[in-house]
Structures are given as structure tokens and as C-alpha cells.
């Protein structure tokens, strides 16, 4: 098998490694229990000294690769990850798979340009639990769960290349240069294309000025598909036809294009855009609190478009989410959680070990998440995950309890224009804008005293309340405004100002009850 990383040095000795019988390349679903029987399970040592290193700012990224391969035994689970696959499947209503990448570093790589990454996968059709697909670390990034679910394929940012691995770890191989945006099977005839960006751009985020399609089995076999403008690699996904995809064109323009090379339609400000992959040509884009999508119907006559909470599941206690996808199914999203140990200025990058798969299941009707799972459970930090589900699932019928299991915040509850005299009550440092890049424009939120309301209606005794603090790269005059500072406001709810939905909103309170109101009077 070719090494997904070619070493530069002897890598350290592993004594004892699991060695892997031949296997044939059975069928689409040969399950890793079955694999793991083929194999020969002898007692590992693992050499970590080569990983124990630091890795790097995601926007200075040092990719240097490490040669330790990491062993992971198929032994079975504890009953407790037994009945965590029962409940995911009881979620899904069939089987299921994730993928993602783990960072062995300082737990802050989450887009894989350090050199001390893993791909990660999970099965339901297993008692395998969590386990390693790509053993050796390296500088990996985006892997997708081919449509067929066989098979992942990821990129090596070290090689700029493409490469597709057996759901069993084995045929690890490049495929071409350039970077996997989405992976899609052919209705009419079950081939497998790999979409692939070329022509790097060097923007944050990266985007591609072109876009090629390439058959998964017969990499030589490629179409241009795109190269009217760039679109981000993070951001793309395609309908169940092809003929529709997803994107960011580029950051933070969100909307759909027409394929091969037709019409690009901008619908929002934001980032981590997706578009289901049925024939609903729904599609979403996050917003810059990192908490919300808003979903847009792009075949309505009029502009129709909601928001959609999604850091209410179950153990994300209200704070920032990151990664949110699609599934194959258009009924479930995955999405990585809880960004909580970072500074103030950005929380996202400071990942965490806390930071575990999460899976989510749409109501029929799409405008809130009815129901979570959470797919990983470890002192691990994992990110950027893809999740299939098999096609034929029978989703169960959704009930009140679902709705319940929602989680949506209190703060998205509905709240009038004020004029408040409020006093900040805690030093929080202000963000630069070279904290909230790529973003531009940035808001502060801040807890308040209240100390009188003027004008409007408020009960509670604390306000938490977003003003504009960076415009255009540039910090404003008005933006300090330290514990004890005696500010009058003119208030209104955050969630009624749409346009600051692709804003980057940087919030360290933990009062995740109250309302969120915005500041009119700054930033003008």
C-alpha cells in the first residue's frame, strides 16, 4: 500500500504492529468486524514521541510530516459504545458512518495543516467503535465518505493531493493533485466522481479557480465543471443530479451555481455552505456566530428563507459550533462542538479536547433540528467530519419529545426595541482584526448591569448586548469599553438584523438564558 505520507526520515520503531491479511475488496458494505477477523490482533507499543508536538496557527501553517504510525487494535467496545451505535441508529433509522480527522497536537488543528493528524471513522455496523482509517499522521484535511460509503476520500495537504482509502484502512492511494470538494455517484449509471479544486487562489479561506470532476475508479477520466469564479474548499456540495451545487464563491458570498460553467446566484453573507443532496435544492449557509444556519429554498418563486439553531444539542451548553455538513441524507447534518476553552477573541481556533462528532436530524419540514446525537465521546479533539447514512434508512417518525430534544437556547425567544443607562461589568480584551480573520467587520458582546430602562420593557437585571468594534479590517474609536462604563443604548434583538448574519459575532459570556440584542449606535 502507498504511504499516504512519504517520510523524509526512518520513522521510530513501532516493536509490534497490527499485521493486516490480504482482503479482497468485497462488497460496498463489507463491515470492519468482518475485516478485523482477516487480520492477525498482536499487542501494540506505541511511539509517540514524534507526535508530541505542538501544532502550528491555522493561518501560519508549518507542514512538516510525521512519520509515526499509529496502531489501532479492532478489538471490541465496552457495552456502552454498543448501545451509543443502537442510539445513533435509532436516530438515522439505518446504518451509519462518520468520519473525521483527530488532531494529536495541541488540540487546535482544526482544518488539518498540521502534520499531526489522523482520519477517524465510526461504523453502527460494528462493535468496533471509534478507530483510526489513516494510521500514519499526517496533514490531512476534508475527508468524504464516498457515496457508495465504501470508501473515504480525503486530502494530504503536504503532497496538494487527493487521495482515497478502503473504509478497512487498506488501497491507500493518490488519486490527483488539487482538493476534494465533494464526492457524487451518478443516478443513472453509480459511478463515483471526485470533484476537485485546482488553481489555489492564496486567499483565507483557500479557495480554487477551478473546478474538475474526476471518476473516483478511473482518475484519468476528468471534466471541467467550473472556473467562472473561485469557490472556497470547505463549501461545496451538489444536488442529487449534479446540475446544482453549493459554495462559497468566494468567501463570504454564499450561494448556488449551475453546472457545468451556468449561472452563479449570491444568496447570503457566511461561510460553511451546503446544499442537500436530494432534489429539494435546499441550501444553507452559517452564520458568523458560528450558532445558526439559514436555510434557503432556491426553487421558491420569492425569497424564502428561515433560520435554524443548531448549537442547542445536548452538551454544547450554547457555545460555538464549527464543520457543519450535510449528510448524503437530506434529512441529517453533522457538525463539531462545543468550541469552549479559547480566548475571547476566538474560540474556534482554540479547538479543545472537548470538541467531539455530533449528528443532527432535520424535522420533515426543515426549519429546526428535531432531535441530536453525539457520535464520539473521548478526551480527544476531532473535526471536520462527513456522515453517511445508508440511502435505504427508514427515518422514524418524529414526536413531541423530538422537538423537546431540540435544544434551541432561550435566547432565540422573541424580544422588543429598548433604551436602556447599562454598566459593563466585565473586562473582556478586544478582539484585532487579526483575531477575527478572514472576517473583516467583527461585534463584541457584552454582559451589562442594568442600571434603567428608558424606553421598552426589560425584566431581567443582566443584558447581554453586540457592538460593532472592527469595520473594514480597522478598529473603531469606539470600541474599548471597559468593566464600569456607563453606556446608554438603543437596543433591538440581533436575530431581527439579517444583515449581520455573515458578521463575525465574538461573544465569551456563558449566560446563554438571556436574550442577544444589537447596539444601533455603533459602527454607523
Keep these: 500500500m502507498e504511504s499516504p505520507e512519504a517520510p523524509a526520515s526512518p520513522p521510530c520503531v513501532v516493536p509490534n504492529t497490527v499485521a493486516a491479511a490480504s482482503a479482497p475488496h468485497d462488497s460496498p458494505l463489507m463491515t470492519t468486524r468482518e475485516i478485523w477477523r482477516r487480520r492477525q490482533v498482536i499487542p501494540v507499543v506505541l511511539c509517540l514521541t514524534a507526535c508530541s508536538g505542538n501544532v502550528p496557527d491555522v493561518d501560519r501553517p508549518q507542514i512538516t510530516p510525521v512519520t509515526t504510525r499509529v496502531a489501532a487494535i479492532a478489538e471490541p467496545q465496552p457495552s456502552n459504545q454498543l448501545n451509543q451505535q443502537h442510539t445513533i441508529e435509532s436516530l438515522t433509522g439505518g446504518r451509519t458512518r462518520a468520519v473525521w480527522i483527530r488532531d494529536l497536537g495541541d488540540g487546535t488543528d482544526i482544518l488539518g495543516f498540521g502534520a499531526q ?70 443516478p443513472d449509471t453509480g459511478v463515483e466522481w471526485v470533484y476537485v479544486g485546482t488553481d489555489a487562489q492564496g486567499t483565507d479561506p483557500e479557495s480554487y479557480g477551478a473546478v474538475h470532476r474526476h471518476q473516483i475508479d478511473h482518475p484519468e477520466i476528468d471534466e471541467l465543471v467550473w472556473n467562472k469564479r473561485a469557490v472556497s474548499g470547505d463549501s461545496f456540495q451538489l444536488s442529487r443530479d449534479g446540475r446544482l451545487a453549493g459554495a462559497l464563491a468566494r468567501w463570504p458570498d454564499a450561494g448556488v451555481l449551475e453546472l457545468p460553467n451556468g449561472a452563479w446566484r449570491r444568496l447570503g453573507d457566511g461561510c460553511w455552505t451546503a446544499l442537500a443532496g436530494d432534489d429539494s435544492h435546499l441550501f444553507w449557509y452559517f452564520d458568523g ?147 477575527i480573520a478572514p472576517y473583516r467587520n467583527g461585534l463584541l458582546v457584552l454582559e451589562y448591569e442594568v442600571l434603567d430602562v428608558i424606553d421598552g420593557r426589560y425584566d431581567e437585571t443582566t443584558l447581554l448586548a453586540a457592538h460593532w468594534i472592527i469595520r473594514n ?33 465574538v461573544m465569551d459570556s456563558d449566560r446563554f438564558d438571556l436574550a442577544l440584542y444589537y447596539d444601533l449606535d455603533t459602527g454607523s
Excluded at 500514519?136 to 476520500?153: E, F
Excluded at 419529545?401 to 422588543?416: E, I
Excluded at 473603531?476 to 437596543?491: C, E, F, Q
Design 117 to 186: 493528524v489522523l482520519v477517524m471513522g465510526f461504523d453502527t455496523g460494528d462493535n468496533l467503535g471509534e478507530r483510526a482509517i489513516v494510521e500514519t499522521p499526517g496533514t490531512y484535511a476534508k475527508p468524504l465518505i464516498t457515496p457508495h460509503g465504501d470508501r473515504v476520500v480525503y486530502t494530504s495537504r503536504h503532497e496538494n493531493s487527493v487521495r482515497v482509502v478502503d473504509w478497512s484502512g487498506e488501497r491507500n492511494h493518490r488519486l490527483v493533485d488539487g482538493f476534494p470538494l465533494a464526492v457524487w455517484s451518478d
Design 473 to 505: 479590517a480597522t478598529p473603531l474609536d469606539s470600541a474599548a469599553r471597559p468593566a464600569g462604563s456607563v453606556v446608554r443604548m438603543r437596543l433591538e434583538p440581533y436575530a431581527a438584523h439579517s444583515e449581520l448574519e455573515g458578521e463575525r459575532l
Design 289 to 435: 456566530q458560528h450558532r445558526n444556519l439559514t436555510i434557503v429554498d432556491t426553487d421558491a418563486e420569492e425569497d424564502r428563507r428561515w433560520t435554524v439553531n443548531i448549537n442547542g444539542a445536548p452538551g454544547i451548553n450554547g457555545f460555538e459550533v464549527y464543520h457543519p455538513r450535510w449528510s448524503n441524507h437530506p434529512r441529517f447534518l453533522t457538525m463539531t462542538g462545543p468550541y469552549a476553552v479559547g480566548g475571547a477573541d476566538n474560540k474556534i481556533r482554540g479547538g479543545g479536547h472537548g470538541v467531539e462528532i455530533h449528528v443532527g436530524r432535520f424535522s420533515p419540514d426543515h426549519t429546526s433540528v428535531e432531535a441530536w446525537i453525539q457520535v464520539t465521546a473521548n478526551d480527544a479533539p476531532d473535526f471536520y467530519p462527513d456522515v453517511w447514512i445508508d440511502p435505504n434508512a427508514e427515518v422514524p417518525m418524529s414526536t413531541p419529545r423530538d422537538a423537546a430534544a431540540g435544544g434551541t437556547p432561550s435566547r432565540t425567544r422573541s424580544a422588543s426595541p429598548i433604551v436602556v443607562d447599562a454598566r459593563v461589568t466585565v473586562d473582556v480584551p478586544l478582539p484585532t482584526p487579526r483575531d
